[in-house]
């Protein structure tokens, strides 16, 4: 398994070409998605382990891809933290009880990981099925992004209530960032412990903080979760949409690779990483709508620029979005496959 393209590039050893895996990629682009989603609900689908791995395993099945991500969401960890979380259609997230008191902080759990034993039991299956062939990639929320779903009671435009509270209860939101980075330490390793060989933290909306509130509020935590992980010989992927402003602040936290939006030039920002720290990705999801022409010519330039890098594995700069032609996915694939540089 070490040997994998996936685990090479994330410790930056050499690659005959980049390895490809996309953040998103077991999910509502495939028809094949719909089909299992029609029968259950999307917690259903998560907390049943044969159907989280029958998810997992779609983009490994359809799309060849070079690294399988573990069928979740983020906000499982707020779940059994306490939060009362339902998926709804056309909405999304929801937590009935959102957390703005220090009532509410205090009366969530950080001693969970019972709650949380169908995603290990969900790994182990994934595991069998996945026989070696590719490794398995786990994930958690970072605090700062599974706050704001608490805060917020759902999703959110502007964060409105989460910043109120970074800024008028600092300390009520401390004591929040810490239950949820003990839980989620906690968590990582027990995926680790359950048999994934790597784990992506996702700090999606912290491009909504300030240069400041950044390392009081979202790095300080992501840093004491990637120092607490048991890590051995799993690389550790730090994401956020922002990175193209923190990935500097990101590479002090120590992960293995750095995962960047698509703002920045990635030959760019891996030049500010110390040496042997590895980046993901970062196509802009929408060049996937594009038509084929434009995905080829997008893709080889960025392949192009990281000419010669060790240490890049492709992905998209966020998620692949839901209407997204499952043929132009496949088709980014097979192109990131068949590349090699010609020397
Ligand atoms: O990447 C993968 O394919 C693995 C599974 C995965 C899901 N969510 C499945 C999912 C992963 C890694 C996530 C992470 C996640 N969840 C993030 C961070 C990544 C990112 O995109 O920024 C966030 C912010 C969430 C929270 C979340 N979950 C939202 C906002 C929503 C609804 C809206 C949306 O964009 O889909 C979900 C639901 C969700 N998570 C679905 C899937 C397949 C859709 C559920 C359905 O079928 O209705």
């Known amino acids: 398994m070490q040997d994998s393209l996936f685990l090479r590039a994330a410790f ?36 049943t382990p044969e159907i989280a791995a029958d998810v997992t395993m779609l983009p490994v099945d359809l799309l060849g891809i070079d690294a399988a991500i573990l069928f979740s969401d983020i906000l499982v960890t707020g779940e059994a933290m306490g939060g009362d979380l339902s998926f709804t259609q056309g909405v999304g997230p929801k937590f009935a009880n959102p957390v703005r008191s220090q009532a ?28 070696g062939k590719i490794p398995l990639i786990g994930f958690a929320g970072a605090p700062f992004t599974v706050m704001s779903y608490l805060v917020e009671g759902g999703s959110s435009k502007d964060f409105k209530l989460t910043k109120l509270m970074l800024h008028n209860h600092p300390e009520m939101a401390h004591a929040l960032l810490a239950k949820i980075a003990k839980v989620t330490i906690n968590y990582l390793n027990l995926q680790i412990d359950a048999g994934v060989n790597a784990v992506q933290l996702f700090d999606s909306w912290a491009l909504a903080l300030s240069w400041d509130d950044y390392h009081e509020f979202s790095h300080r935590y992501n840093k004491q979760i990637i120092e607490g992980l048991n890590r051995k010989d799993v690389p550790v992927i ?7 402003v923190f990935a500097p602040i990101m590479a002090e936290a120590k992960p293995d690779v750095v995962s960047i939006d698509w703002n920045a030039d990635l030959l760019d920002i891996k030049k500010k990483l110390p040496a042997g720290m590895a980046v993901q990705g970062n196509l802009d999801p929408h060049i996937l709508y594009a038509e084929k022409h434009v995905i080829k010519d997008r893709i080889h330039r960025l392949f192009e620029r990281m000419r010669g890098e060790d240490g890049f594995i492709f992905n998209l700069g966020h998620g692949i979005m839901p209407d997204i032609p499952f043929d132009n996915v496949k088709y980014a694939v097979e192109l990131v496959k068949e590349f090699r540089y010609e020397v």
């Open 238 to 244: 730090s994401f956020c949409k922002g990175s193209s």
């Open 104 to 131: 509410d902080v205090d009366k969530l759990l950080t001693d969970v990981d019972d709650k949380l034993q169908y995603v290990a039991d969900a790994i182990k299956v994934i595991q069998q099925r996945l026989n």
């Open 12 to 47: 930056s050893k050499s690659t005959e070409r980049p390895p490809v895996w996309m953040m998103r990629q077991a999910g509502r682009f495939m028809p094949e998605y719909w089909e299992i989603k029609n029968k259950y609900s999307f917690l259903e689908m998560c907390k």
